[in-house]
């Protein structure tokens, strides 16, 4: 069983910053894709940011440059960075761990941004 565990979340002004983490209990971390999704209440979850066993990465279109993911093998974590927040990029933020046909999700963290 793969337990996922984020922190990072909060409020944060328009402008601003916040790095999301999200810590996997699993052997062989380096083998799971590891993605950040979000959602907006009433909304269908949309993926933020996906990074590969390999390393490649796919992101959202909306992220246009502000945000970067990154994992830490050694440490089983991954990691959003977003810069530059906007109102609309409020919504929980959730991470996803993958693997061959299987997936696993956090429970998430409330990322608030205020105008």
């Known amino acids: 069983q793969v337990q996922l565990v984020e922190s990072g979340g909060g409020l944060v002004s328009t402008g601003g910053s916040l790095t999301l983490s999200c810590e996997a209990s699993?052997?062989?971390?380096?083998?799971?894709?590891m993605a950040w999704y979000r959602q907006v209440s009433g909304h269908q979850r949309e993926l933020v940011a996906f990074i590969r066993s390999d390393g490649s990465m796919t992101y959202g279109d909306f992220v246009k440059g502000r945000f970067t993911m990154s994992r830490d093998n050694a440490k089983n974590t991954a990691t959003l960075k977003m810069d530059n927040l906007q109102p609309e990029d409020t919504a929980v933020y959730y991470c996803r761990a993958s693997r061959h046909i299987a997936t696993w999700w956090g429970p998430g963290t409330q990322v608030t941004v205020s105008s």
């Open positions: 699993v052997s062989a971390f380096e083998t799971y894709g």
